[in-house]
C-alpha cells in the first residue's frame, strides 16, 4: 500500500512559469516532510523539508505548503528554469518508529527555455 | 567531503544468478539504508542499518536478499538466486546518528541499475 501519492507524474512548464507538484498522505503519524531532487546519472538529493508544525517554508525559488487538515504538501517552483529539469520526490518519515522514508512515485519535471 | 558511493553503476546478469552491490556510506555516518526504484514507481525502503546492526529490515523483500555492514563502515547487498521481478535502481543513503544536528538528512548515493534477464 503507497503511504505517500504524488501527482502529476509529468509536467512541463515554460521557463519563468510555476512548477507545482502535490503530494498527499494518510498516516498522520508523519512528522517530517522532504523533497528530494534527481538529475539523470546522480542519485536523490534533499531540496527542501518542512514539519507539519509550520504551514510553508520558503528557500530561494522553491517553497513548500502543508496543509495538515487536509494531509497534503505541495513543492512549488517558481520563477522555473530550465536547470530544474528534473525528477522530483516527494517523502515523509515517522520519527518515532524509525527512520525510513516512504516515497512518492516521482514527478518529471521539463521546464522549456 | 566524499558523498555516497555505490557499486556497480549497473549490473546485467542472468536470472537465477548472484548479484552483489556495495555501498560506501558519507564517513561518520553511523545510519545506512538502502532503498529499491522499480521502473516508474516509488522509491521504497529495504533495510536500514545502525553501525554495523540492522535496524529495521521490513522491507527486504524475500529471502533471496541478504544485507551486511562490515564493521558498521561499508555495506553489500546480495542477491541469490536473482529474479526478474528484482529489476530496478538500487540505492544507498546515510545519515548522521540521531542526536546530532543535520540527522534528519539522508544523502543518497547514485544507484546501481540492476537488470536481470
Known amino acids: 500500500q503507497q503511504q505517500v501519492k504524488q501527482s502529476p507524474q509529468s509536467l512541463i512548464v515554460q521557463k519563468g512559469g510555476i512548477s507545482i507538484i502535490n503530494c498527499a498522505y494518510e498516516?498522520?503519524?508523519?512528522?517530517?516532510f522532504p523533497w528530494y531532487q534527481q538529475f539523470p546519472g546522480k542519485g536523490p538529493a534533499l531540496l527542501i523539508a518542512?514539519?507539519?508544525?509550520?504551514s510553508e517554508k520558503k528557500e530561494g525559488r522553491f517553497t513548500i505548503s502543508f496543509n495538515k487538515s487536509a494531509k497534503q504538501f505541495s513543492l512549488h517552483i517558481m520563477d522555473s528554469q530550465p536547470g530544474d529539469s528534473a525528477t522530483y520526490f516527494c517523502?515523509?518519515?515517522?520519527?518515532?518508529?524509525?527512520?525510513?522514508?516512504?516515497f512518492g512515485t516521482g514527478t518529471s519535471l521539463t521546464v522549456i527555455p | 567531503e566524499a558523498g555516497v558511493t555505490q557499486f556497480p553503476s549497473h549490473s546485467v546478469i542472468e536470472k537465477g544468478q548472484t548479484v552483489t552491490l556495495r555501498c560506501d556510506p558519507i564517513?561518520?555516518?553511523?545510519?545506512l539504508y538502502w532503498y529499491r526504484r522499480v521502473m516508474g514507481k516509488e522509491i521504497k525502503f529495504l533495510l536500514h542499518?545502525?553501525?554495523?546492526?540492522?535496524?529495521?529490515e521490513s522491507g527486504m523483500p524475500n529471502n533471496r536478499f541478504l544485507a551486511e555492514r562490515t564493521g558498521g563502515t561499508y555495506s553489500t547487498l546480495k542477491v541469490q538466486p536473482a529474479e526478474l521481478e528484482d529489476s530496478g535502481v538500487y540505492f544507498c543513503?546515510?545519515?548522521?546518528?540521531?542526536?546530532?544536528?543535520?540527522?534528519?538528512?539522508?544523502?543518497f548515493g547514485p544507484g546501481t541499475r540492476l537488470t536481470v534477464l
Open positions: 564517513s561518520g555516518h553511523d545510519n
Open positions: 543513503a546515510s545519515s548522521l546518528r540521531r542526536g546530532q544536528v543535520g540527522t534528519d538528512t539522508q544523502y
Open positions: 518542512i514539519r507539519p508544525d509550520v
Open positions: 517523502a515523509a518519515r515517522r520519527t518515532n518508529t524509525g527512520n525510513q522514508f516512504y
Open positions: 542499518f545502525v553501525k554495523e546492526s540492522k535496524q529495521d
Open positions: 498516516n498522520t503519524a508523519f512528522d517530517y
